[in-house]
């Protein structure tokens, strides 16, 4: 039996309206199989606990002819279709409670993409939201994770590029089908993860499905499915960052959080993921420890004395590219960049907050590791 022919059931199930993945499993369960269920008529159906009359008139009207012009879809853009019970399917989301029955994969998947961390937070997030999503999908990238994300605006967009420019790998979950570029401007995002084959991006909604809000908080739980842990950077409340770090939970996952201004609304859904609990995240050295095993057979690279972050201004370059020399103390920093002591000063406590330098007894400033 082809590929194709093995996916068809499949799809005769999942294209049809409101079955969703607890649909899928009580049909296969009910009849042995997706083939069986696929074949069985409509009266069979509506016995089904869950189905129905209205679910079973949506069974009905999948057609051979949407199945085909699905798999010509997904053929026009390289989208691979893989069954759960498939070996390319990813071991760890198959243990999930509702694992997709089906899963639309544009790109590649690895092996090395089990050892995953997901990155999540807000759309509407303060530059320091952005800056710390990017420092940490950098962080991660270079340290041999995947980063998982859901390829939105913000907190998403600026993890994906970070592990990008790191050189890593990355794995963007989509909330609508992959024949839509949601949101509109991440287009050369998505297609740098495909190009320079970084990765892949993946849904769980047939090729057309178009951008619903309800389709995001459920594919949430494929985020963190995929991954080891789930790092919440900026998350307001409620927020969308919050269903993941709840779904990472229930899944058994770690949760971890960066925190943010103590004034600020859009660090109140992180402060509240540290009270209850979740790992407090500031290096990757806070990451790779409550990972375990997993996270000991992590290498982190040795940092570069020549390798500057990318998003510091001209002041915070000059003052790193110092530090990577040796630590210095402030009067030092101030007379080989030339820069008056209190723009110094300022600069240097941004890059302290920023996780680069490290503040030492004496005034002595250092270059943190892997930074």
Known sequence: MTVREQVRPY??????????????????????????????????????????????????AVTDGMIEEELAEADRLGV???????????????????PPPLLYVRGRLEPADAVALGVVGSRRCTHYGLEQAERFGGLLGRAGLTVVSGGARG?????????LRAGGRTVAVMGCGLSTNYPPENAALFERIIA??????????PMKTAVLSGNFPTRNRIISGLS????????????GALITARE?????????AVPGRVDSPMSAGTHQLLRDGAHLVAD???????????????????????????????LETALLAVLSEGPCNLDDLTRRTGTPIGQAAAAMTMLVLKGYVRQQP????????NK
């Open 11 to 60: 799809l005769r199930l999942t294209l049809a309206e409101n079955v969703g993945p607890k649909t899928f499993r009580s049909l296969v369960d009910a009849f042995g199989g997706a083939e069986e269920a696929a074949d069985a008529s409509m009266g069979a159906w509506q016995r089904v606990e869950g189905v129905g009359p209205k679910k079973a008139l949506a069974l009905q």
């Open 80 to 98: 691979r279709i893989f069954r759960l019970e498939d070996d390319e399917y990813p071991a760890a989301l198959k243990k999930i409670p509702d």
């Open 155 to 163: 907190i998403d967009t600026a993890a994906h590029n970070g592990a």
């Open 196 to 205: 320079e084959d970084r990765g892949a991006l993946i849904s769980e909604l």
């Open 228 to 239: 080891l842990g789930v790092l919440v950077i900026e998350a307001a409340l409620p927020s």
């Open 248 to 256: 990472a939970a229930e899944q058994g996952r770690e949760v971890f």
């Open 284 to 314: 990757l050295d806070d990451v790779l420890g409550p990972l375990g095993d997993a996270g000991r057979a992590i290498h982190p690279p040795a940092p570069d004395a020549e390798a500057i972050p990318s998003g510091l201004d001209d």
């Open 362 to 369: 004496g005034n002595i400033f250092a270059r943190k590791k």
